[in-house]
């Protein structure tokens, strides 16, 4: 079975300063892992994955992910802060089925 | 590029009537998910199709049903509403092929129950 725990369900930081939502996971076989942004009333949209090849992921609006086994880490970082980061964060794990399951969320605020 | 298309957008019944909402993969993927999130929750997997078979099922309640037609659009039926079944409903769609694969989301129908 696979499970996603989301480390803070609330962050705040200043527009500039760095970003770093936690997400550890948990899966039988390994993992493709993944993160999504929701803006407020509008759908998921995918930041960045980990399918096996490079550790270290890249993704959209600056956002990078590292995959670290030892630690069952998959934590999402971004240098410096815009107003517009502020939304809900989404940490999924994909095992041997198909199916996404997503860890409760980290909703970030950016204060100018 | 093509998007999932989820319809309606946006959807209100009363409790006890029946929904149905409707999911258009993106061209060419052979698998659809159904995930529905309530109020400032996580989305949760309901059922998925593969190849118009169903492929995997969790906490999806005995009310509701859902099927992969022979074109790949998908629907799902939700009877005898109740509240709690207010939530935003997403679709996704992937092209699993032979291995796990990305899925797409669609924007979405939020449901609305009175």
């Known amino acids: 079975a696979q499970s996603v725990t989301q480390l803070g369900s609330h962050v705040s930081v200043s527009e500039g300063a760095l970003v770093l939502l936690r997400c550890n996971y948990s899966s039988s076989v390994p993992p493709y892992l993944f993160w999504y942004v929701q803006y407020p009333n509008q759908g998921l949209q995918l930041l960045l994955k980990y399918t096996s090849a490079a550790t270290l992921v890249k993704g959209i609006n600056g956002f990078e992910a590292e995959f670290k086994k030892s630690e069952t880490s998959f934590h999402l970082t971004k240098p410096s802060a815009h107003m517009s980061d502020a939304a809900e964060y989404f940490c999924a794990v994909q095992g041997g089925s198909e199916k996404l399951v997503f860890g409760k969320g980290t909703k970030l605020t950016v204060n100018p | 590029a093509a998007g999932v298309i989820q319809s309606p957008r946006h959807l209100i019944k009363e409790k006890r009537e029946t929904a149905t909402l409707k999911c258009y993969p993106i061209?060419?993927?052979?698998?659809v998910y159904w995930y529905q999130q309530g109020p400032g929750q996580d989305p949760q997997f309901l059922i998925s199709?593969?190849?118009?078979?169903?492929?995997d099922k969790g906490s999806i309640p005995d009310r509701f049903s859902a099927q992969q037609f022979s074109d790949y659009h998908s629907e799902l039926n939700m009877s005898s509403l109740e509240l709690g079944d207010s939530a935003l409903y997403f679709c996704a769609s992937s092209f699993t092929g032979t291995g796990r694969s990305e899925q797409y989301f669609g924007p979405g129908t939020r449901l609305t129950v009175t």
């Open positions: 199709f593969y190849e118009k078979m169903q492929s």
């Open positions: 061209p060419r993927h052979d698998t």
